[in-house]
């Protein structure tokens, strides 16, 4: 099974603005529909953002429009940029595919926490 190491996460103030990545560890990434979660404290983990092989992403309505993400196949690395951030933005991030098989797989994560 692929891993997938994600990093960039931080500290940063309402309004600010980070760059997550998420890294295959093998080049089959690009054969992968991709996605991002989050997981707040005390709360479910939910899916942030998500993005096809061919680049086609798709948002959850809390973060349209703030957030960003793309993917660069060749680096085998997805990307979270996120703007305008929130407190209620505050959580570990998770990337990893959409596939089923992945259903239970979930890395170290990153987190991102936003205050003041």
């Known amino acids: 099974q692929v891993q997938f190491v994600e990093s960039g996460g931080g500290l940063v103030q309402p309004g600010g603005s980070l760059r997550l990545s998420c890294t295959a560890s093998?080049?089959?990434?690009?054969?992968?529909?991709m996605a991002w979660y989050r997981q707040a404290p005390g709360k479910q983990r939910e899916l942030v953002a998500s993005i096809t092989t061919g680049g086609r992403p798709n948002y959850a309505d809390s973060v349209k429009g703030r957030f960003s993400i793309s993917r660069d196949n060749a680096k085998n690395t997805m990307y979270l940029q996120m703007n305008s951030l929130k407190p209620e933005d505050t959580a570990v991030y998770y990337c990893?595919?959409?596939?089923?098989?992945?259903?239970?797989?979930w890395g170290q994560g990153t987190q991102v926490t936003v205050s003041s």
């Open positions: 990893k595919p959409t596939l089923p098989t992945y259903r239970n797989y």
């Open positions: 093998r080049t089959i990434f690009a054969i992968y529909d």
